[in-house]
């Protein structure tokens, strides 16, 4: 059975992205982690490693049942508190050995320096982690997970997130709208979207996909406007690490802007 990993630096910032996670828990049927990295010197005091890991095992466990409430059930939640200097690095330390379907963490820090930081490792992770990295935002609350959108650069590489996405959320089963901005002209922009509908269906047997080719020059502002049409319950952007320095600058500049502005959870693959 693969985790959820969910970490928190315990401020208001991260209540979303617990609840979140919680619920996704429950939507696919998987246990989740609750990760807090702590600092090293910690366990530098009289207290020590043992005592350091106990004192932060209880604080996430209260931190959980205070702001889950009625959906707080102890027995679905597992805790863990390691030390680090590095929090992303410290977070992948943890996984590397764990089977794990993705990373959850708060996005858009808002007033206090330490929910700015949360934001800002929020994006760090999803640039260096090999695993899928949920950034949840502050104000988001999950119902049902009827509707996902999948922003696709039509590449072959997309194929394979779009079959990890549809294997982890499978039990829900949302529609998944896979959508394309494009500057070509129309000829082609319906060609390559009719080349790779044609690669996925293939590949991929899921009834519930739909297929959108939009034509613009802004990216990131039809991409806004997608989503705020299409109001989906998870936006997925696949972060691809490009050998090419200017595309990779653009596409990772993309994924941190929706990051930080958007009002509902991104989901990043990163590349293999």
Do not use: W
């Amino acid at each position: 059975m693969k985790k959820i990993i969910y970490a928190t630096d315990y401020s208001s910032g991260s209540v979303a992205a617990l609840k979140y996670a919680v619920s996704l828990g429950e939507l696919i049927r998987e246990d989740v982690i609750v990760l807090h990295i702590y600092d090293p010197e910690e366990e530098h005091s009289a207290e020590g490693k043992q005592a350091a890991r106990k004192k932060h095992q209880e604080n996430l466990a209260s931190f959980c049942k205070e702001n889950l409430g009625e959906i707080y059930h102890s027995s679905d939640l597992s805790y863990a508190a390691i030390k680090g200097s590095n929090v992303s690095e410290a977070i992948l330390e943890f996984v590397r050995d764990i089977n794990i379907h993705m990373i959850v963490m708060g996005a858009c820090g808002t007033s206090t320096i330490k929910e700015m930081f949360l934001g800002s490792t929020t994006k760090h992770m999803s640039d260096i982690s090999p695993f899928p990295v949920l950034a949840v935002p502050p104000s988001f609350e999950l119902g049902k997970l009827e509707s996902v959108m999948f922003s696709s650069l039509f590449r072959k590489e997309d194929v394979g997130h779009l079959e990890d996405l549809i294997h982890i959320l499978n039990p829900a089963k949302p529609e998944i709208n896979i959508v394309h901005i494009t500057h070509k002209d129309e000829p082609v922009a319906s060609t390559a979207m009719e080349g790779f509908k044609d690669l996925v269906e293939r590949k991929i047997d899921y009834s519930e996909l739909k297929f959108h080719s939009i034509h613009s020059d802004h990216v990131y502002q039809s991409l806004e406007n997608a989503i705020e049409d299409m109001v989906p319950d998870l936006v997925v952007m696949p972060n691809l690490k490009e050998k090419n320095e200017v595309d990779k600058v653009i596409i990772r500049d993309k994924i941190k802007k929706m990051q930080s502005c958007t009002k509902i959870p991104i989901l990043t693959f990163s590349s293999n």
